[in-house]
């Protein structure tokens, strides 16, 4: 996979209707979008717009009606569950609006958690855990667990969860959404600081004035569409370092070679 592909995710004609019994929601109404890699891009709207599902369509957590949607060059669509949860794995980063960390696990274990999930021994994940939550400005609350945390401690958790992974895009549903203003201003300075210094690429759906203002490019969603006004464009800055990727051990790689070969064949 060519990881310095020009456009990092392409979206096109995307549709999403939910349904309550015969009752129809449409909440995409043909979405088209190009991000950059090491974008910093804000989508903005009011609430039932259609911005969380969106973000989970790139995600890969919910599936579009019609539409294409290609990510890291890949495209998404006719892939099963599982693939579709390895390739979560490997390329992205959620931070969601009630930090959904295990409650009996502490920060560092919660970080470390999804790097097990990757295949990494415990002690290089014990090791992404204390360098992120380090980023993060927590380094030092690593033993406790999150309900001995704040709310925006917590969210710092989140975000080095998300990062530990060494993902090509972070994907935030309303990640300020739960903490007061003053905390809700440091985290996406945190979040912005983190895109400029890794490179990462960030895609954060919210309505908070200060996510708005801090974005790099800002997009409006109304009634499941992209608007074409009001959009302000920067381009990315230059990246700075490079976010430190996993590798698997050999016998995992052996593993996902010869599933993929099955697939295929
Ligand atoms: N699970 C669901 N069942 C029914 N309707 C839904 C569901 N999820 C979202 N919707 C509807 O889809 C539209 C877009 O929702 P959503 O993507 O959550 O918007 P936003 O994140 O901008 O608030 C809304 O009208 C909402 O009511
Ligand atoms: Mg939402």
């Known amino acids: 996979m060519n990881r310095d592909k020009r456009h990092l995710i392409e979206v096109r ?4 209707c939910y349904w309550v019994g015969s009752v129809p929601y449409p909440a995409l109404n043909g979405v088209d979008l190009r991000v950059q ?28 009606d019609s539409g294409q949607v290609r990510v890291c ?25 009630a930090y959904n960390l295990i409650r009996v696990l502490s920060a560092r274990e919660n970080v470390a958690y999804v790097c097990q999930l990757q ?12 360098y992120w ?9 690593g033993y406790r667990r999150p309900d001995q945390l704040s709310g925006g401690q917590q969210q710092r958790v989140a975000v080095a969860r998300a990062l530990a992974t060494g993902p090509d895009i972070v994907l935030a549903d309303e990640p300020t959404a739960n903490v007061d203003s003053k905390t809700g201003r440091d985290l996406i300075h945190l979040m912005q600081d983190l895109n400029r210094r890794f490179g990462t690429t960030f895609l954060i759906a919210s309505h908070d004035p200060a996510v708005i203002q801090a974005a790099g490019r800002l997009l409006r969603v109304e009634d499941g569409r992209i608007q074409g006004g009001g959009v302000t464009y920067r381009p990315p800055r230059p990246l700075g370092l490079v976010c ?11 593993r996902l ?3 993929e070969h099955r697939r295929r064949h």
């Not at 579709?84 to 390329?91: N, P, Q, S, W």
């Open 244 to 254: 430190p990727r996993p590798r698997r051990p050999l016998w995992e790689r052996l």
């Open 37 to 64: 890699r090491g974008e910093f891009l804000v989508i903005a709207g009011r609430s039932g717009s259609g911005k969380s599902t969106l973000l989970n369509c790139l995600g890969a957590l919910e599936r579009p």
């Open 13 to 16: 004609e995307l549709y999403k």
């Open 119 to 130: 295949g990494l021994h415990r002690g290089e994940c014990m090791e992404r855990a204390d």
């Open 73 to 97: 060059g890949e495209d998404l669509g006719a892939w099963d569950d599982d693939r579709r949860a390895d390739f979560r794995l490997r390329h992205l980063g959620f931070v969601f609006q």
């Open 133 to 141: 939550l380090e980023q993060v400005g927590i380094g030092y609350l």
């Open 257 to 259: 070679k010869w599933r």
